[in-house]
């Protein structure tokens, strides 16, 4: 009868250990940090390489701007969270019936399901505010015909449906509490953000201190910009400080958003970083800030505390970009952005490692080690709970 009740207790954890692994893998982001994986190069590690760096450096949440068969393949198992995206291209197209897009759900998310853990589709990619006003037209039936594909599919309450911004859609952003959508911008922001609120999705902002700082450096404190000491700003309207700009773009967004009616949505930074070498014009570019704006970013991101604004709100951000991307167009920091080089070493020190070529073949080991999947495979699911929960 002993023996029974310790085999009861026993099962009893092992099931809530899965009950709240499943808790946790339902929504599309865990913990607090997250990283852009852009592939616009000819020289970056395979993504299977890719996946290795990633579960060392415990990052669990990762977004990419296609659904490149190949990486969602090499994704299979390895336990991190990853959003896909359907790029700008693509959507006049979806926009056209609901029949495309359950085509473009079969071949490009399903067969993955549910060896990858793809948590959420990201539909388009700073449009609205871009110079294509046609998509601006497109982007609202896109994304809720990618939302009823995933109905139709049973795949609606596994995966989230988004569409980030650029900071192009506010017409105001300083102080925080001045934020403000562009008027051009709420006919086609208003219906979005509605039927976000209707599925549950967040609002998905790329903020970048980095682009403000390099736009106007004779008036920005550079302090101010990477999280370092500065005397900040104080926004008189609401009576708050502000130590850091990443902190006032996040509430500034907050602030838009209440004035639209949609105080309870939650704010996720989607892309934020900083460029560690740019042209002659791209005042702040540089190693010794590229290190400095992230490696505070992580130190904040860690103490999962939420803005000024908004302290219970964690913030959460995927950072820009895993690695340096040779083929991108644009001024020099646009190749510029990743925490990695090419090679798959760090680009600087923030406390991750980096990969080294193998010498005994084209693969990819890790420096400090190999990191064997196998071990994975052998870990308890405790101990999978635990790296779930770390950040």
């Known amino acids: 009868m002993l023996l029974t009740k310790k085999m009861t207790s026993y099962l009893s954890l092992f099931l809530c250990l899965i009950l709240l692994f499943n808790v946790l893998v339902a929504d599309a982001f865990t913990g607090t940090y997250g990283i852009n994986y852009g592939r616009i190069a000819d020289n970056i590690p395979a993504p299977e390489s890719v996946v290795t760096l990633l579960r060392a450096n415990k990052i669990k949440n990762v977004r990419i701007y296609d659904a490149d068969h190949s990486v969602l393949t090499a994704f299979k198992d390895s336990e991190i969270q990853i959003i896909i995206g359907l790029g700008n291209e693509f959507l006049k197209d979806i926009s056209v019936n609901e029949d495309r897009a359950v085509e473009w759900v079969k071949i490009n998310v399903q067969p993955y399901l549910p060896g990858t853990l793809i948590r959420g589709i990201a539909v388009g990619n700073e449009v609205l505010g871009g110079g294509d006003t046609e998509v601006w037209e497109v982007l609202v039936p ?23 911004h650029s900071e192009a859609v506010f017409d105001n952003t300083y102080p925080p509490s001045a934020g403000a959508f562009k008027e051009s911008i709420l006919p086609y ?12 999705s967040p609002f998905y902002i790329n903020a970048y201190p980095f682009l403000a700082y390099k736009s106007d450096p004779s008036h920005i404190d550079l302090n101010y910009a990477l999280f370092e000491k500065s005397s900040g700003i104080y926004d008189a309207k609401t009576k708050l400080h502000y130590d850091n700009m ?5 509430d500034a967004a907050y602030f838009a958003l209440e004035k639209t009616g949609f105080e309870k949505m939650a704010v996720i930074c989607s892309e934020t970083g900083w460029a560690s070498q740019g042209d002659e014009n791209e005042a702040g570019a540089n190693v010794k800030n590229a290190r400095t704006y992230n490696k505070n970013l992580h130190k904040l991101l860690l103490k999962k505390k939420g803005t000024p604004h908004r302290p219970k709100m964690v913030m959460r951000a995927y950072v820009f970009a895993l690695f340096n991307e040779n083929q991108k167009p644009g001024p020099t920091s646009e190749r510029n952005f990743g925490l990695f080089k090419a090679d798959g070493s760090i680009a600087y020190k923030i406390g991750f ?21 196998q071990w994975f495979i052998a870990l308890a699911s405790a101990v999978v709970l635990t790296q779930f929960l770390d950040l």
């Open 142 to 164: 896109a994304v809720k015909n990618v939302y009823n594909a995933l109905e139709k599919l049973d795949l609606s309450h596994k995966i989230e449906v988004s569409s980030p």
């Open 189 to 200: 922001m208003l219906p979005l953000l509605n039927f976000s609120k209707q599925i549950g």
């Open 246 to 250: 990443f902190e006032a773009m996040i």
């Open 353 to 373: 490692r980096g990969l080294v070529p193998s010498s005994a073949s084209k693969d990819f080991v890790l420096r400090g080690g190999f990191w064997s999947s």
